[in-house]
């Protein structure tokens, strides 16, 4: 009862501390209403969830180092909870929004203000719905600006337009997943790509409304490109047009000039267009890289760059060549050129002395059904994990869980190691096939340096696996195809100038190793961004800190932000998760 107590005074405080500033001015407020509204697309209308009745949704304008305020408002059908992706949120956990790990679904008819702070990034990320397959309609740009009285480390472009990847479904996105997980098989496709909203010229229906960018010739242009789409990495070009790329994730890089850019699930890039070519219309286009075998849409969305001036409408318009979907030397060719910018300005400080190593395979696994009932593989129901782990949402939030010392939610017994060694990307071992179930939680000390090297295996489906960590950002030191060797593969690490990112793919049937420093305490989750897996079980939970002294006391003393609700109901729909929990020091 103590704890509770003590958390009651921290609520007090924060209160008053929220008055001050909005009395004050101090910080900047939006309102997110959730509510269901009908839109047409590929010849036929139905009703999708949005924010504030916009498909993509708002977006936020903040400078480095700034904070908000975000009162989401749910009209809609559904518990939803809001991520702000790639935002640290530092010492703030309560604000991250992955659903039943930070906080419940904000119920229909109810609200919640997220407080969200950001501290170093600068560039574009986003902000998504964070409960089963609601963001394919909930999302839009995060814009983060240079810090007042600093500017870009390249001539500052004469305008920026949000470019966001997505994915349309002609059915309800909720009827999707759910038919999914009653049958046990992979999801629907989707029916089409879009750019901002529309799906362009090359899709029935759709030419009146596709998107179109102005431009004026010789204005140079920062498009803020990011992949909304649910589960396809994707190819992007512009025909005619040089593409300079200069942040991913919301960190600055050495810029890449290049013909193209491949980007994967929950990615962000920033990139430089000059208006240079003749006046007339140009293609930009996108579809997806697939190197699996698992089904995927194989279509292309457009949108128009448009030249203002006076000239005749050309009959044709050039498309750019993208590479062809399954063309892994382009998308490995482009993800090679991406190091951090590393300046004197924009300094990187990747981790050397690493305490805590964790070596973690990714699978797509089996699930027994009763009486081989289901449809996925050999009459069960897909699933997947790490180490061999599925994670199983509690009926509690995780994070509730711990700050209040409810014991029975999360065990904290995840290994640093698979159950077993054998040749991961070759001939897989049966007895790997079926996971362990359970919401599993790695402890790691405030302060660690951090090594996680992801292996992708060759079970059931091997494909390439996007991976997205809340609460950090972290540098991509090495990637490889095969299984990691513990001997060579260190050799090829890039400890210089490795890009700092939020999100990255993990080649299939290959590794990649991250490296980040564990300063941020909280929970949070890393979480695969492809979304035809999301409703398996994926799972690991970290923890930070040393783990002994009394949870409300251990997150005060670090001025951790108290839990701002208790949380009687979740839902206990599993998802595809590794869980990141960082604990004080």
Known sequence: MAGFNKMGVILLAASLGFMFLQLCGATRYYDFVLKETNFTRLCSTKSILTVNGSFPGPTIKVHKGESIYVNVHNQGLYGVTIHWHGVKQPRNPWSDGPENITQCPIQPGSSFTYEVVFSNEEGTLWWHAHSDWTRATVHGAIVILPAAGTKYPFAAPHAQHPIILGSWFKSDVMEVINSALATGADPNISDAFTINGQPGDLYSCSKASTYRLEVDYGKTYMLRIINAIMNEEQFFAIANHTLTVVTQDAAYIKPITTSYIMITPGQTMDVLVTA??????????????ADGIV?????????????????????????????????????????????????????????TKITTRIYMTIAINERICPNASCAGPDNNAIAASLNNISFETPSIDILQAYYGGINGVFEGNFPSNPPHFYNFTG???????????????????????????????????????????????????????????????PKTYNLVDPPEVNTVGVPKNGWTTIRFLADNPGMFICSVSMSMVYALSFGKTFQLGNGHCDHSEEWKHNNVEASPTTCPYASLLQVLDLLLISYPK
């Open 276 to 289: 240079n070519q003749p006046r007339r219309h140009y293609y930009m286009a996108s579809s997806a890289y």
């Open 427 to 489: 001939d897989y071992d049966n007895s790997t096939i079926y996971p362990t179930f359970g919401a599993k939680v790695k402890f790691i000390k405030y302060g660690e340096g951090v090594e996680i090297i992801f292996q992708g295996t060759n079970l059931i489906a091997p494909e390439n696996h996007p991976m997205h960590l809340h609460g950090f950002s972290f540098y991509v030191i090495g990637t490889g195809y095969g299984n990691f060797n513990a001997t060579e593969s």
């Open 295 to 351: 089904p995927f849409n194989n279509s292309t969305t457009t949108a128009i760059l448009q030249y203002r001036g006076n000239y005749s409408t050309p009959s044709t318009i050039p498309l750019p060549s993208l590479p062809i979907y399954n063309d892994t030397t382009a998308a490995d060719s482009f993800t090679a050129l991406v190091k951090s910018l590393a300046s004197e300005a924009h300094p990187i400080s990747v981790p």
